[in-house]
């Protein structure tokens, strides 16, 4: 019989994000207050109302050959070079089986992306109308299938425990993570890729998002549009890439000697049953999930030192998110240092819950809490109820065994929380 | 005017070339599509539409099976195109 509660920890990562093409270089750039927002420059942006991005530091095109690349839609390119990065760092040297030292058929991978294969469903239905059903794409249905990035990856690593895509809007990454600790936790696969990834800048998401009323409309100062907690926020900047964790059983990575980042203790899991876009604005659903998590794992607030905030920047999600960890914590949130990485790698929606765990795990790694930039003039109510990390990084404890959580929630009232924590 | 077969030969190339990317000079007559060229069966439509346009032939899905080889896709256009 297989074990059913075993620990679970982070061997590898990988990301490529605004802020850079690996994981090194997005690290450095957030600990510097970096932003990755940019005016965009397309024919297409200028109709739009909302003219900014974050778009890839790196273009997939630049590292993936072109006869691979043409058959993936943008979001399965990032999910790749991701999952090559993290595969790697991991110190498994080809795919499963070739490499001895992982079992495919213990081998899982888990990557999810909000909305799929989008940009390739709108081209070729552009193909379609302007040259003919002829020449649409045979390619065109494994593009821009939402599972199409987690089964490239579990190509590529050479899968067989099981490949999977959980949706949930712009918790998908977070739960990507999430299924796949529970897929180690309880014996089904002693090695899982898991991640998320997004790739939806294209005038109709924009045209979408911006009639929601969802982003920011501050065309006129790219870098300071995303501003987490500030007064001044206006909704969220639209951002682009894949994070990617290689997660293992404590004892599989023992194994093998391989590098252990951090423990990946576990996740909360809620649904706000309230509104299909807005938050519930007392963060009932997500203090929910936070109480999941302490009841499901042995983690303590007391060692709770960090936590990267979901924080969109929009009006009402940042704050019901604050009051949450206040009433789940109590006085335990005044010792949790609040970042809003989004702050400079915008929303990467499905994205998000991947590269921001890379985030945690490194701020765990190296005890360092990245800034929250363009907080100005701070909300009272943000101030009231956390921590916020303006401006500067700011070190974590340098001694004990600490622990940070990654919170992402979706349209639709989907919240997840994971857990990681020093070894 | 009809396209001769040196001239198809060399659209094919050029074809499998932009498609899979293997090198111009390694698309011969005697290569197969997928055991030599790199071009998995949805790159093979990919390649016969390609193929319809450049030589002005149309090529029905029934027939593809049987082109098998880069010397099979010249004989076609070459007995086929208008």
Not at chain 1, 152 to 159: S, Y
Not at chain 1, 188 to 199: I, K, L
Not at chain 1, 367 to 379: C, G, L, S, W
Request: proline share 5%; glycine share 10%.
């Amino acid at each position: 019989m297989s074990p059913t509660n075993r620990t679970v920890v982070v061997t590898g990562i990988g990301a490529t994000t605004p802020l850079g093409g690996d994981a090194a270089s997005t690290w450095e750039a957030l600990i510097a207050g970096t932003s990755g927002v940019k005016p965009l420059e397309q024919e297409w942006a200028a109709e739009q109302a909302v003219r900014i991005a974050a778009p890839i530091a790196v273009e997939p095109t630049e590292v993936i050959p072109r006869p691979q690349a043409r058959k993936l839609d943008r979001s399965a390119q990032f999910a790749l070079i991701a999952a090559q990065e993290a595969w790697k760092d991991a110190g498994f040297t080809d795919k499963a089986g070739e490499d001895s030292s992982v079992d495919p058929d213990r081998l899982g991978a888990v990557i999810a992306s909000g909305i799929g294969g989008v940009t390739t469903l709108l081209d070729q239905y552009d193909v379609l109308r302007e040259k003919g059903v002829r020449r649409v794409s045979p390619h065109t249905v494994p593009m821009l299938m939402p599972n199409g990035p987690s089964a490239n990856v579990g190509l590529l690593v050479g899968a067989r425990a099981g490949v999977h895509t959980p949706v949930s809007a712009c918790a998908s990454g977070a739960e990507a993570i999430g299924y796949a600790i529970e897929m180690i936790r309880t014996g089904r696969a002693d090695v899982v890729v898991a991640g998320g990834t997004e790739a939806a800048i294209h005038p109709l998401p924009i045209a979408a998002f911006g009639n929601m009323m969802a982003m920011s409309k501050n065309n006129e100062n790219p870098q300071g549009a995303s501003r987490p907690y500030d007064v001044a926020r206006d909704g969220f900047v639209l951002g682009e890439g894949a994070g990617v964790v290689v997660l293992e059983s404590a004892e599989h990575a023992a194994k093998r000697g391989a590098r252990v980042y951090a423990e990946a203790v576990g996740q909360g899991v809620s649904a706000d049953s309230h509104d299909i876009v807005q938050p519930e604005p007392e963060g009932r659903g997500i203090s929910h999930a936070l109480q999941n998590l302490l009841d499901n794992t042995d983690l303590d607030p007391a060692e709770i030192v960090h936590v990267n905030a979901h924080a969109t920047s929009t009006p009402a999600g940042d704050i019901a998110e604050l009051k949450a960890l206040r009433k789940v914590f109590g006085d335990d949130a005044d010792h949790m240092a609040v970042s809003a990485t989004k702050s400079m790698t915008g929303h990467l929606l499905g994205g998000a819950g991947g590269v921001e765990s890379v985030a945690v795990v490194l701020a765990l790694y190296h005890r360092v809490a990245p800034p929250t930039i363009n907080v100005e003039n701070i909300d009272p109510e943000a101030e009231a109820n956390a921590d916020v990390v303006r401006g500067e990084a700011r070190k974590l404890p340098v001694e004990g065994r600490i622990a940070a959580l990654n919170d992402s929630f979706g349209f639709g009232g989907h919240n997840v929380v994971l857990a990681f924590r020093t070894v | 005017m009809a396209a001769t077969q040196e001239e198809i030969v060399k659209g094919l190339a050029e074809i499998v070339n932009e498609i899979a990317g293997i090198p111009v000079e390694d698309v011969q007559l005697d290569k197969s599509f997928t055991d030599d060229l790199d071009v998995d069966s949805l790159s093979m439509v990919e390649v016969v539409v390609a193929a319809e346009e450049r030589f002005d032939v149309k090529i029905p899905d029934e027939d593809v099976k049987n082109l098998k080889t880069v010397g099979d896709a010249t004989d076609y256009i070459l007995k086929h195109q208008a």
